[in-house]
């Protein structure tokens, strides 16, 4: 799907983004009906984390690796069967880390014009969005990867 310097990149792209806090904390968005921990990871009911407890790091880097994993699955999974540039497959899969891949699914336009390989088209649809509104700061840069691959 990417080359895996391009992985590394998104990987740290998405770290950098996310920011890391070791204890839980309440969604910027979403408060604290979505307790979240580390790098972004929405707490489940089957998660072993506690409020008010500190975990260490090596516990934030085993959880952001597994929610990686499954962001790249789902990333794959609404991209299809069609060839995309690293830098289109990237933003793709920090979209679907950061929201997950009920809420990416619903991004139609975005990715009928990603499968169209109109990337120009892509980036328009991610940019005209309430996630793209929410977290301008964040998306915008993503919005110009796509539109320059």
Same mark, same amino acid.
């Given at each position: 799907?990417?080359? *895996?310097?391009?992985?590394?990149?998104? #990987? %740290?792209?998405? /770290?950098?983004?996310? &920011?890391? +806090?070791?204890?839980?904390?309440?969604?910027?968005?979403?408060?604290?009906?979505?307790?979240?921990?580390?790098?972004?990871?929405?707490?489940?009911?089957?998660?072993?984390?506690?409020?008010?407890?500190?975990?260490?790091?090596?516990?934030?880097?085993?959880?952001? *690796?597994?929610?990686?994993?499954?962001? #790249? %699955?789902?990333? /794959?999974?609404?991209? &299809?069967? +069609?060839?995309?540039?690293?830098?289109?497959?990237?933003?793709?899969?920090?979209?679907?880390?950061?929201?997950?891949?009920?809420?990416?699914?619903?991004?139609?336009?975005?990715?009928?014009?990603?499968?169209?390989?109109?990337?120009?088209?892509?980036?328009?649809?991610?940019?005209?969005?309430?996630?793209?509104?929410?977290?301008?700061?964040?998306?915008?840069?993503? +919005?110009?990867?796509?539109?320059?691959?």
């Amino acid at each position: 799907m990417m080359t *895996e310097q391009y992985d590394l990149e998104t #990987k %740290e792209r998405i /770290k950098l983004h996310e &920011g890391c +806090v070791l204890k839980i904390y309440d969604d910027p968005l979403l408060g604290a009906a979505a307790p979240t921990i580390f790098y972004g990871h929405l707490c489940t009911a089957s998660d072993p984390w506690q409020p008010g407890i500190t975990y260490t790091q090596v516990q934030a880097e085993a959880v952001f *690796e597994e929610d990686y994993t499954i962001a #790249k %699955e789902d990333a /794959k999974k609404f991209i &299809g069967d +069609v060839e995309v540039p690293d830098e289109v497959a990237s933003v793709v899969v920090e979209v679907a880390f950061n929201i997950g891949a009920s809420r990416l699914a619903g991004f139609k336009l975005f990715r009928a014009a990603i499968q169209d390989q109109n990337f120009v088209e892509a980036s328009f649809q991610l940019e005209d969005s309430k996630l793209y509104r929410q977290l301008e700061t964040r998306y915008k840069p993503l +919005v110009e990867l796509i539109r320059e691959a």
